[in-house]
C-alpha cells in the first residue's frame, strides 16, 4: 500500500507560490503540428490490468512513441526550442545557428534538447550524473549531442550545467524551475500540455482518477492544469513519486520548496530530490493527493506491465505501479487513467 499525503492546498494554491498564469494550449498544438513526426499517441483500454488492480476500468495514455523519442519528453525542450526558432523569423532549419542549448538531464528530457536543437540549427550538450545508464548516453551521442558526465546524482549534474551556460555563454534548458530561471522550464511544461488536450479529444468518460508520476514535477503539472480546465473538480488527481526521492511530497507537508535526500531510486528519471519551483505551485493547487511507490512496488507494477506486453521501466510505469501497489479510496468501481511516460531504456 502506497503511502498518502491529502492535499491542503487544492483548490488555492500556496499563499507564497502562486501558480503561473494559464498558458495557450492551442497554440501549442499548431507549433508541434508544423512538425513531420508529431502525431497523437494512442489511449490503450487495458482490461487485464484494471482486473490486476481491482478496478473497473484503466485507460493508458501510451507515450513510448511520441514523435520518436521513446517520452512524452519529446513534447518539453523540443517545444521551447521551436518557439524559439519561429520567433527568429526565416528558414526554421537555421533559425538557432551558432546557439548551443545545454541541460542536464536523467535521459529523456536530454533526448528532447538534442531533437530540437538538431532540428533547428542549434548545438546541444547534456550533463548526465554517474548514475545515468550508458544507453542513454549512447542515444544522446547519436542525436548529435555532446554528453558529458558530472556528478553522482541529478542536482549535481544541473549545477555543472548550469555553470557551464555562464562561462560558455550557453543557453541553460532546464525542465526544473527555481527562483529567478522559470521562462524556458514554463514553456517546457507548456509543451507536455499536449497530452492532456489528446487525452480530452481520445476520452469519451471523464475518469474518476488520475495517476500523474513526477520527477520535478512537470508532467504532473502540465496533465492536471489542463485536465482541470477541461473536466473541472471531477477526477481525483494524484501524483505519485518515488519513496527515494519525495521532493514534491514534502514541499506539500512544509508549505514550501523543499530539497530531499533519499539512497538511488531505480525509478532512474523520477529520482529527483528537488522539485520544480512552478510544477509544485500547479499541482498545489490542481492535486488532491501525493503518494510516495517503494522500490519493490515499483518493481512488481513494473513487472505486470511488462508482462501486459506494455514494454516499459520503473519511470515510465510508476502511476500503474501505484495503483497495482493499493491506494485508499480507488475501489472497485474507479475508472482510472494513468501515463505510460517512456519505453524501455534500450529501445
Not at 4 to 9: G, T, V
Not at 123 to 145: C, D, I, Q
Not at 223 to 245: F, H, K, S, T, Y
Not at 324 to 330: C, F, M, N, S, V
Request: glycine residues 10%; proline residues 5%.
Amino acid at each position: 500500500m502506497t503511502k498518502a499525503l491529502e492535499n491542503r492546498y487544492r483548490g488555492t494554491g500556496m499563499p507564497d507560490l502562486p501558480p503561473m498564469q494559464g498558458v495557450d494550449a492551442q497554440a501549442v498544438a499548431a507549433l508541434l503540428a508544423q512538425c513531420p513526426k508529431h502525431q497523437p499517441t494512442p489511449l490503450l483500454d487495458c482490461p487485464e490490468l484494471a482486473r490486476a488492480a481491482g478496478v473497473a476500468r484503466l485507460t493508458i495514455k501510451d507515450e513510448r512513441e511520441r514523435m520518436g523519442l521513446g517520452s512524452f519528453k519529446a513534447l518539453g525542450a523540443a517545444y521551447a526550442i521551436a518557439r524559439e526558432a519561429a520567433a527568429m523569423g526565416g528558414d526554421l532549419r537555421t533559425a538557432l545557428s551558432g546557439r548551443t542549448y545545454v541541460t542536464a538531464s536523467a535521459g529523456n528530457h536530454g533526448m528532447s534538447v538534442a531533437a530540437g536543437a538538431r532540428v533547428f540549427g542549434a548545438g546541444a550538450v547534456v550533463y548526465l550524473s554517474e548514475a545515468v545508464p550508458a544507453a542513454f548516453a549512447r542515444r544522446l551521442e547519436a542525436m548529435g549531442a555532446q554528453v558529458v558526465r558530472a556528478g553522482a546524482d541529478y542536482e549535481a549534474s544541473m549545477q555543472a550545467a548550469s555553470r557551464a551556460a555562464d562561462a560558455h555563454g550557453w543557453t541553460l534548458l532546464s525542465d526544473g524551475s527555481w527562483p529567478g530561471y522559470v521562462e524556458l522550464p514554463y514553456r517546457v511544461m507548456e509543451g507536455y500540455r499536449q497530452m492532456a488536450t489528446e487525452i480530452e479529444a481520445q476520452m469519451e468518460d471523464i475518469p474518476s482518477h488520475v495517476l500523474l508520476q513526477a520527477g520535478v514535477g512537470g508532467l504532473a503539472a502540465a496533465v492536471a492544469g489542463q485536465l482541470r480546465l477541461a473536466w473541472g473538480d471531477a477526477p481525483e488527481m494524484i501524483v505519485v513519486e518515488p519513496d527515494a526521492a519525495p521532493a514534491l511530497i514534502e514541499s506539500i507537508r512544509a508549505g514550501r520548496v523543499v530539497v530531499t535526500e533519499g539512497p538511488d531510486s531505480a525509478m532512474g528519471r523520477l529520482d529527483c530530490k528537488t522539485p520544480s519551483m512552478l510544477a509544485l505551485a500547479d499541482l498545489a493547487r490542481d492535486a488532491d493527493l501525493f503518494v510516495t511507490l517503494s522500490e519493490a512496488e515499483a518493481a512488481a507494477g513494473t513487472a505486470a506491465v511488462v508482462e501486459a506486453g506494455l514494454a516499459s521501466t520503473p519511470s515510465g510505469a510508476a502511476g500503474i505501479a501505484a495503483l497495482l501497489a493499493g491506494i485508499d479510496g480507488i475501489g472497485p468501481g474507479a475508472h482510472v487513467l494513468c501515463i505510460l511516460s517512456e519505453g524501455p531504456e534500450d529501445a
